[in-house]
C-alpha cells in the first residue's frame, strides 16, 4: 500500500494557526517582560500574551484528539532509523512542553498571583490553583525558563524543518503545507 506523503487538511489547518498564535505569545512575552516600560507600562501586553497563548489549552486538546485518530504521514525512507527517532520524539516535546506545559506553567503562575487571564480576551479561565504568595517566585521562574526552553526547541524544529526543504530536498515540509 503507497505511503500517506502529507498531512490532513484538519492537521496542516491546526499546525499553522497554532504556530502563528505560538510564535505571537512568545514574541509578545519577550516583548512585555523586557520592554516593560516603553511598551508595557498598563500591563496592555501581559493582557495581549495571555488572551492569546490560553486559546492554545482549548485548539491543543482538538489537535491531540486529532492526532489520536489520523496517523502523520510516514518519514521519508533516506531518514536512518536514529533519526526517525529523534524526529518523533522531537514532535512528542513539542506537544507535550511547548503545547501543553508551557500554557498551563503560564496559568498555574496566573492562578497563584491571583492575575486573571481572559481566554481569548473573552472569559475569565478559572484559577488552576488558589492564591500563594509564597509560590510566586517558583511559579515565575517555571515559566520564564520553560518559555526559553521552548523557545529554543521551536527554533530548532524550524531549522531542521527548512534543512529537509532546502537540504535534504524531501517532502517533509511540503507534507505540512497547503496543497496546491
Ligand atoms: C495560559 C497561558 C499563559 C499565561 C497565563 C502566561 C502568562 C505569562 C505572564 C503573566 C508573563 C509575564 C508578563 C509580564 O511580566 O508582563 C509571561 C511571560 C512570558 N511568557 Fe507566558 N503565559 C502563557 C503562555 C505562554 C506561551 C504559550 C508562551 C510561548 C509561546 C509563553 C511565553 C512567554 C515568554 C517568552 C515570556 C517572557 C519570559 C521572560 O521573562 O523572559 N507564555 N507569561
Ligand atoms: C515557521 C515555523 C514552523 C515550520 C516551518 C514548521 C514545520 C513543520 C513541519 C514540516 C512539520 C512536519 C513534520 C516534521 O517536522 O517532521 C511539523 C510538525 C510539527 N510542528 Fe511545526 N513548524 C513550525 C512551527 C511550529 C510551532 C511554533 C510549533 C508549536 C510549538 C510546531 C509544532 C509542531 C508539532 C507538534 C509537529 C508534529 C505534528 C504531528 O506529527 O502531529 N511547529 N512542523
Known sequence: MAQKQSYTGTAKFLHWIMA???LAAWCIGILATHWRD???AHHELTFLHKAIASTLI???VVRVAWRLTHPAPAFPENMSRAMKRAAHWGHVGLYTIALIGL???G????SVADKPIMFGGLFVLPP???PAEGLYGLAK?????MAWFCGAMVGGHILVALKHHLVDKDNVLKGML???
Do not use: C, D, K, Q
Request: glycine fraction near 4%; hydrophobic fraction near 50%.
Open 20 to 22: 502563528l498564535i505560538w
Open 103 to 105: 500554557p498551563l506553567s
Open 141 to 145: 521562574g517555571i515559566h520564564t525558563y
Open 128 to 130: 488552576l490553583v488558589a
Open 58 to 60: 482549548m485548539l491543543t
Open 107 to 110: 496559568w498555574y503562575w496566573s
Open 38 to 40: 516603553e511598551l508595557n
Open 178 to 180: 497547503p496543497e496546491r
